[in-house]
């Protein structure tokens, strides 16, 4: 039972793992995030490396419709803008995979900057609908560029690490877990700084927020190209991860299926984004796995499969009717039912 | 003390008691095939948009099986079919890839898209013991050299467009054609190269519409079509929409031109939605539709299998299975082991193959393709799609 966390000076009060048990829990999951590709197989590995993706992606989309207030339609447009500058660097200028996924994001920032201009103007549905347009910019960007692959997209080398090609599952999660950990890490530090306590600020009260001396011009695009920033690393991994991009790997629908995450997450949350990321990314496949074992076969399938999609569907409705706050507000609950256990709560 | 209990067993029964039953049955592989069966592995698109031809292709591959395992198998090797539904989608397609070659030990394979197929195609090459075959017919895939271990249920797109153009031009030479198509990598695939074939037909593209995909207002495009009065249009990158309302209105409008459509239109459902408009309507289609009455013995075991009309899609899943597992046959035949080598040259070896008549000709595979195909048209009085051409093979 933990009673309360004594907090002795400034720097254990800004702590990010504010007591031994959190550091205890944090030190356990980085063992085992070390330890699973060791024990997954091939299967299990891809959906741990598409959930780490979704995962960094939803939690660009956090910082701008969770924390800053801002929604946003157009996070698969700045992952595609991440995805084609990776095969864009490999096919003309090489270079170290790293740098080719720093690019990416800067480019997707600099999109996602100018997507977020109207956001001055704008806002809630207004700014979705705006957003939205960034998806058919980008996608007649990617169609019609000299240097994109025109309709047919472009295949994208695996990543190169000392002559090594991350061209497994196993592979590649050596690159794109860590590198999700580290922008997960980062934006949960983000909001113990002045720009995210800006950006809350603005989520809350826009106009307070610029009473309080905070200039919504600068925070408001901070908050666009820091999101935009997190898609195009996402959309670079994806592309490392994929090896083919093309126009239509980043549809509107992509978009709505991150929003839908960081909402059934839980907004505003930096678990939020990850819990919703792995529930809309896993839930299917748990059902596909559901749907398997039920003694059903041939022409039975067919009819049994579209049940999946209506369960999920149901499943998000659910959450939403019955726990608006998210699965982050889930875990809460589970938190303090063993805080205070084995008393009752 | 009963409070703790209480407190426990709730949270037990309310969190971790379904969530292990969950997990455990989450890991639990699902049910594996034999050592030395033959396994058919499926990323079918059951769900979705493209659930209208993946319940076909899942029904065509799945009866194949049954058939020839009730035959004895391939050379008294089970065939076991593993599919998986991806709602057609590339990352659940690769998901399904992955979960179906982690639990079983995969031979051939069948893939729901283009998108798949390219993502998926670097792991092919690099496991080297799968044949993977699909439901796309795109012109970038038949290619041997860029695509070792796939090939195509018959002609790619720009094929279906060569033969659609070899049978105008020997119906009406010189004449003018329009080539109206989806702002797709679906639409756009076979408009280039096809736009070189006419000419080299002595064929006039008299106009290149591109639309949006599934658009409905094409009132706009339908004037351009008028301006350039085509003898023929040729819609692709289509199932359906808007292809009626160009037909509608261009007859509307006195426009005399013929129209024809590529593979995914021909379904007889698909066409006889188009109402009193579909008659006449002409397409390419590589495989008899059910009810062909010309000799077919394979058409009848399917027809005696399925009193019930059966799709253009499901035809082309059972043609996939049939190719894929002869291709197997002849591997296993030459005494080499199953890799995706040897199964493709094996594949390739296909020259004059008797289909059973679900091709009305033998077959040969070129290049990663099957080059043939006919022209049939809808005849809506009898609510049926009857031939109006021979089979038409191309070099």
Known sequence: ?345 | MSHRYTGLSRFMRRVVAPLGVSLGMALTPAAQAQGDDIVIGGSIPMSGVFAFAGVGIHAGIGDYVKMLNEQGGINGRKVVYVPEDTGYKVDVSVAAFKKITSQNKVNLYYGDSTGFSKTINPELDRKGDILMTGASFATEINDPDKFPAQFLVGPDYTEMFGILLKYIAQETPGATVAFVYSDTEFGRDPIESSRKRAEELGLKVGAEIMTPPGSVDVSTEVLKLRRARPDYTIFHGYVLAPIPEFVAQGRQMGLKSRYMGTFWTMDNSTVMQMGENADGFMGVMPFRYYYDEEKAPMLEKIRAMRPEYQSTAYMQGFMAAMLMTEAVKRTLDEGKELTSKNMKAALQSIRDFDTGGIIGVPISVKGNSVPVGRIYRADYASKKMVPASDWIILD
């Open chain 1, 1 to 345: 039972m933990r009673i309360a966390t004594a907090k002795e000076s400034y720097l254990q009060d800004e702590a990010l793992f504010d007591s031994r048990t959190q550091r205890v829990w944090a030190a356990l999951l980085g063992l085992a995030l070390i330890a699973y590709p060791f024990m997954a197989n091939d299967y299990w590995l891809y959906l741990a490396c598409l959930v780490a993706i979704n995962v960094a992606s939803a939690t660009g989309l956090n910082i701008l419709t969770g924390y800053t207030g801002l929604v946003s339609l157009g996070q698969a447009a700045f992952m595609g803008l991440g995805a084609y500058t990776v095969a864009v660097m490999e096919h003309h200028v090489g270079g170290f995979f790293l740098l080719n996924l720093l690019a990416a994001g800067v480019v997707a920032m600099a999109g996602g900057i100018v997507v977020g201009i109207p956001s001055l103007r704008v806002k809630g549905l207004y700014l979705a609908i705006v957003t939205i347009a960034a998806s058919f910019l980008a996608h007649f960007l990617f169609v019609n560029s000299g240097f994109t692959g025109g309709t047919g997209g472009m295949t994208v080398p695996p990543a190169q690490v000392a002559g090594v090609a991350l061209d497994t599952s196993f592979r590649i999660y050596w690159l794109i877990v860590p590198v999700t950990v580290l922008m997960v890490l980062g934006a949960a530090n983000l909001f113990r700084t002045r720009i995210g306590r800006a950006f809350i600020a603005i989520r809350d009260r826009d106009i307070s927020a610029e009473v309080l001396g905070i200039p919504l011009l600068r925070y408001k695009l901070l908050s666009f190209g820091l999101s935009s920033f997190y898609a195009g690393v996402a959309g670079g991994l994806w592309a490392y991860f994929f090896r083919v991009v093309t126009p239509e790997s980043f549809p509107l629908i992509m978009s709505i299926f991150f929003l839908a995450a960081i909402i059934v997450g839980g907004m505003g949350t930096i678990l939020g984004g990850i819990l919703g990321a792995i529930f809309m990314t896993m839930v299917p496949e748990v059902l596909r796995i559901l749907v398997g074992l039920l003694p059903v076969s041939g022409d039975t399938l067919q009819f049994v499969s579209p049940v999946r999609t209506i369960v999920f569907g149901l499943l998000i409705v659910g959450f939403l009717i019955f726990e608006p706050h998210g699965l982050a507000e889930v875990w809460r609950r589970i938190r303090r039912f063993f805080h205070l256990w084995p008393f009752r709560n």
